[in-house]
């Protein structure tokens, strides 16, 4: 390792290889991360706040990482997904009392053709389209050929 190169320093990091480049590295004080590793522990962060703040204040919070790591990490639940879920359980007002409840999340049809419309819009922003001034098209005429073209 050089001076161009850190380790990333997630825990359950989801690289094969755990060294990055500095300049594509999410730098948070003196640790480095693969964007997506810091993406994933920042969804994370969130749906513990988001769980403590409007499901259950006192959860067993021991019980709560267990669940939402086996979702992440285990049955391989892309961590913005788990907490677009939430997020919609608890717009909806859908009930939820225990952090086992986060299975229900994920295998709820409605959070998930929500979560593929609100994608869908998102992929739909990020791309342009653009239209060519003059494009173009030029006919060339070939022989015109008949039957008897054909069956030789």
Do not use: W
């Amino acid at each position: 390792m050089d001076n161009t190169t850190a380790i990333c320093k997630y825990s359950h990091c989801l690289h094969s290889n755990r060294e990055i480049e500095k300049e594509k590295a999410v730098r948070v004080g003196s640790s480095y991360y693969h964007s997506d590793c810091f993406k994933t522990k920042e969804d994370i962060k969130e749906v513990v706040n988001l769980f403590k703040t409007h499901i259950n204040p006192n959860p067993v919070y021991a019980q709560l990482q267990s669940v939402i790591k086996n979702i992440i990490f285990v049955k391989k639940v892309q961590s913005d997904f788990l907490l677009f879920g939430l997020r919609y359980y608890i717009e909806h007002k859908i009930p939820l009392h225990y952090p086992q409840g986060l299975y229900y999340v994920i295998q709820n049809k409605d959070v998930a053709n929500a979560y593929n419309k609100a994608k869908t819009k998102e992929i739909k922003k990020s791309v342009e389209i653009t239209e060519q001034a003059e494009t173009q098209f030029k006919f060339v005429p070939t022989k015109n050929k008949g039957f008897a073209d054909i069956i030789k």
